[in-house]
DNA sequence: CCATTATGTAATCATCGATTACATTTCGGA
DNA sequence: TCCGAAATGTAATCGATGATTACATAATGG
């Protein structure tokens, strides 16, 4: 995908260029991709993201950027769009391994493997999440990535109510409310919320565990699992 | 504390000023709280908060709301702790609307009451539960307010447990279960995640009731309410 | 081989948070 | 009552940032 780093770096200096002692390539090999992986990985640093830094550690001048990405929000966006991919390969993983005949129990996994990829990349859910780095609906492929998880998830219910497992018929309601707790809960881990409430760091994700479940079990038909 | 706003503005134009034609008194009344106030209605319009934007408000100099904040977090904390007092307010009227023997329904007005506040205030809410704008544990006030909040749910759920309401004796996972719920919730409105979910404007507020029931009818020992 | 296009650089601008030196006002004690 | 210290606001300035522009260089294809 990306060839990058000095390819033919043997151009005899063609001009007597700058001062600088070694002449790199003019072009860099593929900038874009180099551009977002910085902005990534100052993401996983915690750091603010500033065009600037990224184009800093890609060795290359302040204005570069601008010349792939129209301005700062389409590079956040490409971000985001980085990490909703990584994010929706672990989901995927995680359902794979629960029993295709089971929805309460794909939906558990599912639950499982959200919050999972949520707490050991923080700084990328956050890109994700919060719409506050770029509008969320300019990037198609975001909007249809969620979309497909919202379906997945509905009809993960839908099933359940075909087999008589839920309690309650209003699946609409039951679907917001999961969402909402296991969104809650990765943005109570990434808004520094658990140390106030008494979950030590190394806790939480079995905490996560338990409050899915506790989930489950509400919404389950009561003496399916005594 | 603060004697505040403009005591004795008579003083008789002492000395010619400057040539602005109206000499306002060289000392604002009370800065500190006008600059406050003009964050939160920052905040409120949805604009990003900035210590210059905010003393342009004030009709002041860009330095002069640092001889009141050391820097730009002191003042968003200030806001933060103004926006968490109105928060408090809010929650304790709701909760005095619920009959205090029955500890689930206050549970149940303690919700409601918070999304509610999080639902018409959702930039002040933003502001309070995100620590991106500072650091949380700098503001002691903040601190403290919030663990009486927890203390306060704690506390409606082992009454419940002693009343024998609970399905669940881990009070713990049911007490982070429902405020990642909640939380989740507010998020999700501010987020801007509701239209994805097909949630209307309009139904917001029924759905938030709608989810905090689903929550309590699962926690709650089945056939109480038939 | 050369011209068109893609890509990076340099210089520049406005805004922002922050600091400093200085001006003005207020207030309490001699 | 006066005066000096403390409080409070202004003006000027700094470095960082997002963004734009004019220009330089490389890659590509007819």
Redesign the interface.
């Known amino acids: 995908m990306l060839e990058c780093a000095m390819p033919a770096r043997q151009t005899p200096r063609p001009r007597a260029r700058r001062q600088t002692p070694e002449a790199r390539p003019y072009h860099h090999g593929d900038l874009r991709r180099v551009l977002i992986d910085a902005a990534l990985q100052l993401a996983a640093e915690g750091a603010e993201v500033s065009v600037r830094e990224a184009a800093r550690r890609a060795a290359v001048s302040p204005g570069a950027p601008f010349r792939h990405f129209p301005n700062r929000d389409a590079l956040m966006a490409a971000v985001a769009e980085e990490a909703q991919r990584r994010f929706r390969t672990e989901i995927e993983a995680g359902l794979g391994q629960a029993p295709v005949a089971d929805p309460l129990a794909r939906f558990r996994a599912f639950g499982l493997a959200y919050l999972r990829w949520a707490m050991r990349n923080p700084a990328h859910f956050e890109i994700i999440?919060?719409?506050?780095y770029f509008a969320?609906g300019s990037s198609a492929e975001l909007?249809r990535d969620?979309?497909e998880l919202?379906a997945l998830t509905e009809r993960m219910l839908a099933e359940a109510a075909e087999q008589g497992l839920l309690?309650?018929a209003?699946l609409?309601?039951?679907?917001?409310?999961g969402?909402?707790?296991?969104?809650?809960?990765?943005?109570?881990n990434l808004?520094?919320?658990f140390p106030?409430?008494?979950?030590q760091e190394d806790e939480v994700e079995r905490?996560a565990e338990?409050?899915i479940d506790?989930?489950i079990?509400?919404?389950e038909k009561?003496g399916r699992t005594p």
Chains 1, 2 share one sequence.
């Open positions: 999440s919060t719409g506050r969320h909007t969620n979309a919202v309690r309650s209003d609409k309601r039951i679907q917001i409310a969402r909402a707790l296991v969104y809650g809960f990765a943005r109570m808004d520094g919320h106030r409430w008494g979950v905490m338990g409050v506790l989930f079990a509400g919404i009561p």
